[in-house]
């Protein structure tokens, strides 16, 4: 019985489709919007690009590591 229960109410939720983030509609995310609204309002612009470079330089260098394993 309580399985028949799980059943139906797993049924009975279904996922919402704002949840799914594509890589298309990314940035047009309300999660993402409100981070950029949030970098705009206190000025934070500088401090963000800083440690988006930092993020971006520690992925390039892991990229050139693996290709440098493959070869």
């Not at 981070?35 to 500088?46: A, G, K, M």
């Amino acid at each position: 019985m309580s399985e028949e229960l799980m059943l139906e109410e797993n049924k009975d939720k279904k996922a919402p489709q704002e949840n799914f983030i594509t890589l298309r509609n990314f940035r047009k995310s309300p999660e993402v919007e409100n981070f950029y609204r949030f970098i705009s309002e206190n000025d934070l612009r500088r401090e963000a690009l800083m440690i988006l470079e930092v993020i971006t330089s520690k992925l390039t260098q892991k990229k050139k590591k693996k290709s440098r394993k493959i070869q």
